[in-house]
């Protein structure tokens, strides 16, 4: 990897960098860079005087040409370019440029940024790819309202919060920050409040309407990258609702919910050959002990239009927990990285604590994502 004068190097903010006495020789000696999932190892002579001398001028204020005149008394040219390189091909520097997203007013992000570094992002593109994401979230009770203030959290920068039910005691269970002062206020209203006190940078959007049309559906998933639908709070026809228009539109839809000591996040929902979410609930039903009396609840849920968690048996941490599986699924997906749900159902035990991931075939005739059927 080459670099040339007129850069500005920023040496990573994670690294733990330590220099010790070579263990074989006496003159010379070891540096150490430690993260979370590399521990890198260099034997040489005055490592030491790099550290203090070096390092502390790649911080991206400096190009290198300027680091290279305050340092050529004591660091020859030939050991200052086998330093840089030894940092940039190994990825323990980043190039800095005026334009790079200001993570020095966002210091709450640094530690997830530097993470995104080390799995081979450059941290300026991880940034500006969450920043320019825009994400709608039907259903702000149970595992949505976790959803929400966790994307807000990973600097996604536009979430839409799709809810029209007012907060209830059951809620404050939810997240330990909401007080029983806030019980009646629309959910949705709360939970851009709760973010907008974090102190990031997303902005918001909050709908409030009954959404039991498809123009209202369409016109709210139009111009976002990816929607999330907390099936554990939000009526069952809703959720079947975007199933349908969002494979229309070919607005990728992840959904996920957890019923007493159940979670599931995922299938996600793309379109083409993979199945959508109706293929899973009707494989779901016909794998049932009972399918008929299944069945028969399923038909209660879509007739049913009050938000569940309240009204089901639950543990709280579910919804966190199904929340925080939708999060680190659509901040991968967002990133470009692999995702667990990709033609997938994960199915969270709480009794258990046990995560399995099972594989959704696409069902032959589905309503929905089938070749012979309309939208």
């Known amino acids: 990897m080459q670099f040339h004068d007129n850069q500005r190097l920023r040496l990573l903010e994670h690294l733990l960098i330590h220099v010790m006495p070579s263990e074989t020789e006496i003159d010379r000696e070891t540096m150490i860079f430690n993260t979370t999932r590399r521990t890198l190892k260099v034997d040489g002579q005055a490592l030491k005087d790099l550290e203090n001398i070096v390092f ?25 370019n086998q330093c840089l390189t030894f940092l940039m091909e190994n990825r323990l520097v980043e190039e800095y440029s005026e334009t790079t997203f200001a993570l020095n007013n966002h210091e709450q992000f640094l530690p997830q940024f530097s993470l995104y570094h080390e799995l081979g992002f450059q941290q300026k593109n991880a940034q500006e790819r969450l920043a320019n994401a825009r994400v709608a979230i039907f259903g702000l009770g149970g595992s949505g309202v976790v959803a929400a203030i966790h994307l807000a959290a990973c600097g996604v920068g536009f979430l839409r919060l799709c809810d029209s039910i007012s907060t209830s005691a059951y809620d404050a269970t939810i997240m330990a920050n909401w007080g029983l002062s806030q019980s009646g206020s629309l959910r949705a209203v709360e939970t851009a409040r709760q973010i907008a006190g974090m102190g990031g940078f997303t902005a918001i959007e909050t709908v409030t309407d009954i959404l039991n049309d498809d123009d209202t559906v369409k016109a ?3 111009d976002v990258d990816l929607a999330i639908v907390a099936t554990d709070a939000v009526p069952v026809n809703l959720a079947y609702r975007l199933n349908r228009l969002c494979l229309n539109m070919q607005c990728p839809l992840l959904p996920g919910g957890a019923f007493g000591i159940e979670g599931t996040i995922g299938p996600l929902v793309v379109g083409g050959d993979s199945p959508c979410y109706l293929c899973y609930r009707m494989r779901s039903i016909a794998c049932a002990k009972l399918p008929e009396a299944q069945l028969q609840l399923e038909r209660h849920l879509d007739r049913d239009r009050r938000s569940q968690p309240q009204w089901r048996e639950n543990l709280p941490i579910g919804h966190t927990l199904v929340g925080s599986y939708l999060v680190l699924d659509a901040v991968k997906m967002l990133l ?21 991931h099972n594989v959704v075939l696409k069902k032959p005739g589905c309503p929905h994502c089938s070749s012979h059927s309309p939208f």
């Open 56 to 80: 502390p001028l790649l911080d991206g204020t400096r190009t290198v040409g300027e680091i290279r005149a305050a340092v050529w008394e004591q660091i020859t040219d030939a050991s200052l």
């Open 220 to 222: 709210l998933l139009d």
């Open 336 to 356: 470009g990285l692999p995702v667990a749900t990709q033609g997938k159902l994960l199915h969270l035990d709480l009794i258990t604590t046990k995560l399995t």
